[in-house]
C-alpha cells in the first residue's frame, strides 16, 4: 500500500524524536532532524542509535541508507519542512516542580525564521496545558508566515519505543482547523489504516491527556505500593492482593507492580509540572492527591534502604553492596530519576561499598554519577556482596540461579524491589530474600 509522502522536520532527536523521525523515514516521507547536540546528530547520520533502544539500531541505519533520512545541526534545513514536529525536552526545573521550558523557547526561535509559508508546527513533548497557545503568540510575533500549530502528545513507552511509533495505542491530534487534521490524517496514514484510534480534540485537551495519563499511572502505582506497606505490616502478599484486584476489569492487573517505584525522564517530572500548573491556575486543591502519589513513590526508596540497613545490622558502612540495575526501567539506558541509582547514591553516601551492575545503562549511569563502582561482568558484580539489591527488573536478573549466584557472594541476602524473584527458590537455596510488601511462604 502507498500512503501520501510528507517533507517533515523533527525539532529534538533525543528518545523521542529520534524514534520518531525513523519511523516517520521508514513510511517514507522525506526527514530532517534538527538538534543542537553536534555529536548526536554525528551519529544519527553515520546511522548509530545515540541511545540504547530495541529495534532502534537496525531502523536508523535504514533510514539512513535509504537516503530519506538526515540530521543536521542547522535550522535552515527545515525550510522545505511542512510539517515540523517539536520533540525537545521540557526536564524538571532546577530547584522548582515547574516543567523547565528552556528548550521549547530556544526551539521556537531557531526554527521562526526558516518555517515554510504554510508549515504546520506540530507540538509533541509533554508540556503544560496552555504551551501551545503560547508557541503560536511567539511564532506570530517572530514569523510572518502562516504557520500554525498543533498539538500531537506522545505515548511512546522507552523499551518498545519504536513499537509504540509504529502502532500506538491511539492518536490523539490537537487542531484548530479541519485542513490541519487532513495534514495530520495524511502523515499518520500508515497507522490509521491499521484501525489505530485516532481522537480529534481541542489544543488544550490534546495536551492534558498526555499528563493525566502519567498522573493517572503514576497514581495507580503508588496505591499498590501503599498497599505493598501495608501488605509488609500485616503479613498480606502485595503481588497476590494485584492479581486479586487485577482480575476486576474495572481495575486491570497493569501498572500493579509494587516496587520500588517510578523514575525515568516521564512521570515523576511531569506529575510535578502537572500539580505546579494547576496551581498557577488556582486548582491545587484538583491535584493535592498527586503530592502524596509523589511521596509515596520516594517513600518506596527510603524503605528499601532503611531495609538494607536492618539486613545490615543498623550500618552499611563499609559492607559491599550489588545493585543489579542502573536505568530506570529494562530494556533502556535511560538513567534519568533512577530509583536504583538513587538508592546506589545514598549506600554510597553512607559508606557503603557499592557496586552497580547494569546490561546497557552503565556509561549513562557513571556519567551522571562517577562516585560509584560500575561493573558489566554480573558475576563479578556479585563476587563477595554483602547484600544484593534488585532494583531494575531486567530479564537477565530474573534468569539468575539461586544457587550459582550463592557461591559467589559472601552472605546471600537479597532485597527483591521490583517483586520478580522467585523468593521460594531463594530461600530453598540458602540466601535470605525479602519483597516489598511479599515474603516467602
Ligand atoms: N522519553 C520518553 O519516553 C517520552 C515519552 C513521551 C513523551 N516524552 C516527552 O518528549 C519530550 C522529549 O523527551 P526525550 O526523552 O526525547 O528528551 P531528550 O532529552 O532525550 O531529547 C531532547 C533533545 O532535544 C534537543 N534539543 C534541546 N534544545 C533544542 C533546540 N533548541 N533545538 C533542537 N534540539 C534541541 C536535545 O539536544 C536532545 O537531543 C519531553 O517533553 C518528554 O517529556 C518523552
Redesign the pocket.
Known amino acids: 500500500m502507498t500512503y501520501p509522502k510528507h517533507e517533515i522536520a523533527i525539532?529534538?532527536?533525543?528518545?523521542?524524536?529520534?524514534v520518531l523521525a525513523t519511523v516517520f523515514a521508514e513510511q517514507g516521507n522525506n526527514v530532517i532532524g534538527?538538534?543542537?547536540?553536534q555529536g548526536?546528530v554525528e551519529k544519527l547520520n553515520q546511522g548509530i542509535a545515540?541511545?540504547f533502544e530495541p529495534e532502534f539500531d537496525e531502523l536508523i541505519a535504514a533510514g539512513i541508507s535509504a537516503g530519506n533520512l538526515k540530521f543536521t545541526t542547522d535550522?535552515s534545513a527545515i525550510s522545505t519542512s511542512d510539517l515540523v514536529f517539536i520533540?525537545?525536552?521540557?526536564?524538571q526545573l532546577e530547584g522548582s516542580s515547574a516543567?523547565d521550558m528552556?528548550?521549547?523557547w530556544?526551539?521556537i526561535?531557531?526554527?521562526a525564521p526558516h518555517l515554510h509559508s504554510d508549515a504546520l508546527v506540530v507540538g509533541?513533548?509533554?508540556?503544560p496545558v496552555g504551551t501551545a497557545k503560547e508557541i503560536e503568540t511567539r511564532l506570530q510575533k517572530l514569523t510572518s508566515t502562516n504557520s500554525t500549530i498543533a498539538w500531537n502528545?506522545?505515548?511512546?513507552?522507552?523499551g518498545f519505543?519504536v513499537r509504540d511509533t509504529r502502532t500506538p495505542d491511539r492518536i490523539v491530534i490537537g487542531v484548530q482547523n479541519s485542513d490541519d487534521e487532513q495534514k495530520l490524517k495524511s502523515v499518520y496514514a500508515p497507522q490509521l489504516s491499521k484501525d489505530i484510534p485516532l481522537l480529534v480534540v481541542d489544543l488544550a485537551t490534546a495536551e492534558l491527556v498526555?499528563v493525566s495519563a502519567n498522573a493517572y499511572l503514576a497514581t495507580k502505582i503508588s496505591f499498590i505500593n501503599a498497599m505493598s506497606e501495608i501488605a509488609d505490616k500485616t503479613g498480606a502478599d502485595v503481588v497476590a492482593l494485584a492479581d486479586a484486584i487485577g482480575l476486576d476489569p474495572r481495575i486491570g492487573r497493569k501498572f500493579l507492580g509494587a516496587g520500588v517505584g517510578f523514575g525515568?525522564?516521564?512521570l515523576p517530572?511531569?506529575i510535578r509540572a502537572f500539580i505546579h500548573r494547576a496551581g498557577e491556575l488556582g486548582l491545587s486543591s484538583s491535584l493535592q492527591f498527586l503530592k502524596e502519589v509523589d511521596e509515596i513513590n520516594l517513600r518506596q526508596r527510603d524503605r528499601v534502604f532503611s531495609i538494607a540497613k536492618d539486613l545490615l545490622n543498623g550500618s552499611v558502612k563499609g559492607k559491599r553492596i550489588t545493585v543489579l540495575g542502573a536505568a530506570f526501567k529494562p530494556d533502556s539506558d535511560?538513567v534519568?530519576d533512577s530509583p536504583a541509582l538513587d538508592i546506589a547514591v545514598r549506600l554510597n553516601s553512607e559508606g557503603a561499598n557499592v557496586v552497580v551492575h547494569d546490561p546497557k545503562a552503565l556509561e549513562n549511569a557513571a556519567k551522571r554519577f562517577p562516585v560509584l563502582t560500575y561493573e558489566g561482568d554480573l558475576e563479578k558484580a556479585l563476587l563477595n556482596a554483602e547484600l544484593v539489591l534488585h532494583l531494575t527488573e531486567w530479564m537477565q536478573y530474573r534468569e539468575i540461579d539461586p544457587v550459582s549466584a550463592k557461591k559467589l557472594v559472601r552472605t546471600p541476602q537479597m532485597i527483591d524491589g521490583r517483586n520478580m524473584l522467585n523468593l521460594e527458590a531463594y530461600q530453598a537455596a540458602g540466601w535470605k530474600i525479602v519483597g516489598l510488601g511479599r515474603q516467602p511462604k
Open positions: 525539532i529534538g532527536c533525543g528518545y523521542l524524536g529520534a534538527l538538534d543542537v547536540d548526536k545515540p541511545f535550522p520533540c525537545v525536552g521540557t526536564p516543567a528552556r528548550q521549547i530556544s526551539a526561535e531557531l526554527i509533541r513533548s509533554t508540556v502528545p506522545e505515548f511512546l513507552r522507552e519505543a498526555k525515568g525522564g516521564c517530572k511531569d535511560d534519568r
